[in-house]
């Protein structure tokens, strides 16, 4: 079984074409076949280097990896079409020398009035054929002469009906008198992509092409090219596209769409290509959260439906929420790095300094959906200001409530040593309350708005001996962290001054 994936590097890689690219990964690691990577780079006007490696980034960082192909993936390649023109070229010249293939000189203007006069009239606006008996001897002289010609495929004239057996979408038929004498290889040698694919797919052995449903209409012209060529044509499975929320092609007014985007945002790579398994396919037994070698033990493209995939943030949000808690706590603080650096809270940090943050960051991420939304969570942490936590009316108010409580707390806290557990902080809390007669909420929210300057957020006992650890540290490519006890006597202080 031979598999490929074969994007276009023509800008960000869609979490479409991503989960594309997944099913084959899937289906070729299930059955121990062989995966290939080709970029399709034809286009040269929109093709570019910097998509093809974000492209192979992308799929690298989701975890697929490839047997042949782009970028020295596996001992053969790299497949590129921009590298392989003269072998679409060659198989051009063998289809004209039989017959089956014919240079064609109609100007873009002509087939543009030929298209209006077809559709004009009610007819399929396909090529009418004007250069399709044009003596091969004529051809060569008009081509030596420098007029510029495309290649174009003969399309037999007797009307039938061409036939395949889609693995997702079942028998799909097209009918060829719809399909007019389509261009192989255009004027400046670069071959269209319904030629160049047959040729790749055929040389490279191909046993199974899964795409996007989109190319199903390309799908008739391919198999003439095989008939043509002698080939066997490989196996279809056409999936279905993905949908934003409205039931619309997934596009950028749902919001992310591409791989990068996700990444940036703070999704786990095996949270993204578990989601976009689940999309059209199930593993079945009720079980979705699995990683990506179960998958492909359980995975069957016959079982892919053929009904759209709707993209569900909520569902990906609850698939990601459920990598991070079970991710490892060095490995969340190194993801979380860049989006702490966002805000210079961190800097390159040292070995100590990512081992303080493998305890902030879980702690953080236990709540969260995404690692973009770490920095306002530890956002007490990093960020402490006591005068600007008593800016906010609300902050400010129940301070004033509770003066007695902080007091208590700062004088506690000035004797006690650092609150490095739950328990020590549990103990602090219990002077306070004997101190004060405040309990529960009156107790410990005082304590809270002090402590973090926030009204809300990380559980105390967490986030208490996390501020104390924070403080030791100084250094570590972390910024400066205000301690417990500093931190009640700035609150105190701002307190007092202000309420003077
Ligand atoms: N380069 C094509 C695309 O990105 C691939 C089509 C195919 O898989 O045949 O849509």
Not at 170 to 178: D, H, R, T
Not at 198 to 208: C, F, G, K, N, R
Not at 345 to 367: I, K, M, R
Request: proline letters at 5%; hydrophobic letters at 40%; a negative charge.
């Amino acid at each position: 079984m031979r598999l490929r994936f074969a994007p276009s590097p023509t800008g960000q890689l869609h979490v479409g074409n991503a989960r594309t690219a997944l099913f084959n990964w899937l289906m070729a690691r299930g059955a121990g076949g062989t995966l290939i990577l080709r970029i399709e780079d034809t286009d040269f006007a929109r093709s570019t280097k910097s998509a093809e490696s974000t492209a192979i980034d992308d799929l690298r960082w989701l975890g697929l990896n490839w047997d042949e192909g782009a970028d020295g993936g596996g001992r053969h390649g790299p497949y590129r079409q921009s590298e392989r023109l003269h072998i679409y070229r060659a198989h051009a010249v063998e289809l004209m020398s039989r017959g089956q293939a014919y240079h064609c000189f109609c100007a873009e203007e002509q087939l543009e009035m030929d298209r209006y006069q077809a559709l004009r009239a009610g007819r399929p606006p396909k090529y009418i054929g004007r250069c399709r008996n044009i003596p091969r001897d004529d051809a060569r002289r008009r081509i030596e002469n420098g007029e510029p010609a495309v290649i174009r495929f003969r399309v037999a004239d007797e009307a039938r009906d061409i036939t395949f057996n889609d693995i997702v979408r079942s028998e799909v038929s097209f009918n060829s008198e719809v399909i007019g004498d389509f261009v192989l290889v255009r004027s400046d040698g670069v071959p269209a992509y319904n030629f160049a694919v047959v040729i790749d797919d055929a040389l490279m052995e191909i046993t199974h092409v899964i795409r996007g449903e989109d190319h199903i209409s390309n799908t008739p012209r391919q198999l003439l090219l095989y008939e043509a060529l002698g080939w066997k044509p490989p196996l279809f499975a056409h999936v279905s596209m993905v949908l934003g929320p409205d039931h619309s092609k997934l596009s950028k007014r749902h919001g992310a769409t591409s791989v990068s985007e996700f990444r940036e945002r703070g999704y786990l790579p095996e949270a993204l290509a578990n989601y976009l398994a689940l999309l059209g396919w199930s593993p079945g037994e009720g079980e979705e959260l699995l990683p990506l070698d179960e998958l492909a033990r359980r995975f069957r493209i016959e079982d892919v439906g053929k009904s759209a995939g709707v993209f569900d943030p909520e569902k990906l949000a609850w698939v990601n929420r459920h990598y991070l808690k079970a991710a490892a706590p060095d490995r969340l603080a190194r993801l979380a790095v860049p989006f702490l650096e966002q805000h210079g809270w961190v800097s390159q940090p040292t070995d100590a300094g990512l081992e303080f943050l493998a305890q902030a960051v879980p702690v953080a991420a236990a709540s969260l959906d995404r690692l973009d939304q770490v920095p306002a969570r530890l956002h007490f942490l990093f960020d402490y200001a006591a005068a600007r936590a008593l800016e906010d009316p609300a902050v400010r108010g129940e301070a004033d409530a509770s003066r007695n409580v902080i007091a208590a707390l700062a004088g506690e806290l000035a004797s006690s040593g650092p609150l490095n557990d739950r328990e020590t902080f549990r103990a602090v809390a219990a002077r306070v309350r004997e101190k004060t007669g405040a309990k529960g909420r009156a107790l410990f929210h005082p304590i809270r708005l002090a402590l973090t300057g926030e009204p809300e957020g990380v559980e105390l006992d967490l986030a208490v001996p996390l501020i104390e650890k924070g403080a030791r540290l100084a250094g570590g490519g972390v910024r400066s962290i205000l301690g417990a006890a500093e931190r009640a006597s700035a609150f105190l202080y701002e307190l007092e001054k202000s309420g003077r």
